[in-house]
Nanobody, 126 residues
């Protein structure tokens, strides 16, 4: 059974940092693309970042470029999202998701992702 479990969220002050983890089970990272998305109540889910299976390359939404870093540890079957210089408007539920094959992840499109975690709340105080 495929499972993705996010952790590492919480409360941080504006300008601070957090590292989210996405622990995956039921498959190995080598066979999937892993994306990070976020969503605030009443808003559409937004793409944050993606790490590609084939070459480990990464994609970021424009507003996160230079502040967020996505990485993976294949031995631990875990993907990380390091978030720096966080802003209050980035208070959201953050989700990791897996895509078997396709291009949804690299284009940060949530609709084509195959498996989802339950989300982890990040609150940035001003």
């Amino acid at each position: 059974q495929v499972q993705l479990v996010e952790s590492g969220g919480g409360l941080v002050q504006s300008g601070g940092s957090l590292r989210l983890s996405c622990a995956v089970s039921g498959f190995t990272l080598d066979n999937y693309h892993i994306g990070w998305f976020r969503q605030a109540p009443g808003k559409e889910r937004e793409g944050v970042s993606c790490i590609r299976v084939s070459d480990g390359s990464t994609v970021y939404a424009d507003s996160m470029e230079g502040r967020f870093i996505v990485s993976r540890d294949n031995a631990k079957n875990t993907v990380y999202l390091q978030m720096n210089s966080l802003k209050p408007e980035e208070t959201d539920n953050y989700y990791c998701a897996a895509e078997v094959y396709g291009s949804s992840c690299v284009f940060l499109r949530h609709s084509g992702m195959d498996y989802w975690g339950k989300g982890n709340l990040v609150t940035v105080s001003s």
